[in-house]
């Protein structure tokens, strides 16, 4: 099935497979920063097979630009595989802490809307928990909305990782 490009700006996620060495990470950053792309999120993790590891890109560009921001990213040398992981073909999720007003008169309440959303308090203190939930953007965005109104302390949110569906991997075999 093939797509059109378009000049229209959406949100992709890039997987790139590189050779776990010093500095592979801010040379990625480093050509994103010079050809003035601008980064929604990057997380670097080690994978299966020792030595690799997968950086999981988020960018909002339009599809010359992804285009562009692929060959580029292939011409660096200790770059192995570049992927762009498209939506409905991978699974995305990202980590979010939120440390909520909660003291006897609303503790209740704030429990019952973690539950809603599946998340999990992690710590309990006389006037605020600490929730953790992890999820889609949309997903956590609405329970950062449920939550609000309690009064929202403090906030960490981790940058995604994401993998594509099915048996097909994007890792060479070990």
Do not use: W
Request: aromatic share 2%.
């Amino acid at each position: 099935m093939s797509q059109v490009a378009t000049n229209e700006v959406t949100r992709h996620t890039l997987s790139v497979l590189v050779q776990d060495i010093e500095g592979i990470a801010s040379r990625v950053t480093g050509m994103f920063t010079r050809r003035g792309y601008s980064l929604v999120s990057l997380v670097s993790a080690r994978t299966e097979v020792e030595g690799i590891n997968r950086l999981t890109i988020v960018v909002d560009a339009c599809d010359v630009i992804i285009e562009q921001m692929t060959k580029q990213l292939n011409k660096i040398v200790p770059v192995l595989k570049v992927v762009e992981l498209e939506e409905e073909a991978s699974i995305a999720r990202a980590i979010m802490l939120v440390k909520v007003n909660a003291d006897n008169t609303n503790r209740p309440q704030v429990v019952d809307a973690v539950n809603v959303f599946r998340a999990r308090i992690v710590d309990v203190a006389q006037e605020s928990v600490v929730v953790e939930a992890t999820g889609t953007p949309g997903k956590l965005r609405a329970l950062l909305d449920v939550l609000e109104p309690f009064g929202i302390r403090e906030l960490a949110q981790s940058g995604h990782v994401a993998l594509g569906r099915g048996p097909k991997t994007l890792a060479p075999s070990k």
